[in-house]
């Protein structure tokens, strides 16, 4: 399987840039990165994902790595519901199977 | 649209009982991938069904297994419980599946084992 390493926790504070860092350095060339928040009580919730170039939706961007071992989540401006567990979850062999690392909780300060 | 569901919410069971849990996707989606959340493994992916047909499988024991019906909404059955199948079931739905499509999430089932 893939190994999904992320920072276990970060701290933002309100309206400002977020990036959370994920390694994933034995994904193969066709899988996509995959990236959910959860909060408590609550199913993953879809963020993003991409291949190779940087994508971008109305919640966040995200910006691959060229090598694609590593990618980054920017939520442009953080705000309070932001706060959540997020996770990094790279596809496995063209399947629906996700590898997801630890997660990284993001705390919003006020 | 309606969203995943996934019932029941909440379930007790005591250890060797056996359990089903059920999922119904989002309405067209044909792909339903089940996952198991703890807090010391986190999410791991169980197996993904299509078209009634087993696609994929995680690294689970054969207690652990699935199928889906024709109108695409699936089960998931684990015989033999023990303490350490307590956790948080998550079904995820997707149109097609194969690693490209959005993963919708259903809230998940919470399974306690006594």
């Known amino acids: 399987d893939a190994k999904t390493t992320q920072p276990n926790s970060m701290e933002s504070n309100e309206e400002e840039p977020v990036h959370l860092p994920c390694n994933h350095s034995t994904i193969s060339g066709t899988d996509y990165i995959h990236w959910y928040r959860q909060l408590p009580s609550q199913g993953p919730e879809y963020v993003i994902h991409?291949?190779?170039s940087n994508v971008n939706n109305r919640m966040a961007s995200l910006a691959i790595a060229e090598d694609r071992k590593s990618s980054t989540l920017i939520l442009h401006r953080a705000t309070l519901r932001d706060a959540a567990v997020y996770y990094c979850a790279p596809g496995q062999g063209g399947s629906e199977k996700l590898v997801f690392g630890k997660g990284t909780k993001l705390t919003v300060n006020p | 649209k309606a969203g995943v569901t996934q019932t029941p919410r909440y379930l007790i069971k005591t250890r060797g009982q056996q359990v089903t849990l059920s999922c119904s996707p989002i309405s067209g989606h044909r792909s339903v991938s089940w996952y198991q959340q703890t807090p010391g493994q986190g999410l791991q992916f169980l197996f993904e069904y299509f078209s009634e047909t087993q696609r994929n499988k995680g690294n689970f024991p054969g207690r652990f297994s699935g199928r889906q019906f024709s109108n695409s909404r699936s089960e998931m059955n684990v015989s033999t419980l023990e303490l350490g199948d307590s956790a948080l079931y998550l079904c995820?739905?997707?149109?097609?599946?194969?690693?490209?499509?959005?993963?919708?999430f259903g809230p998940g089932t919470r399974l306690t084992v006594l």
């Open positions: 995820a739905s997707s149109l097609q599946g194969g690693g490209t499509d959005t993963q919708y």
């Open positions: 991409g291949l190779t």
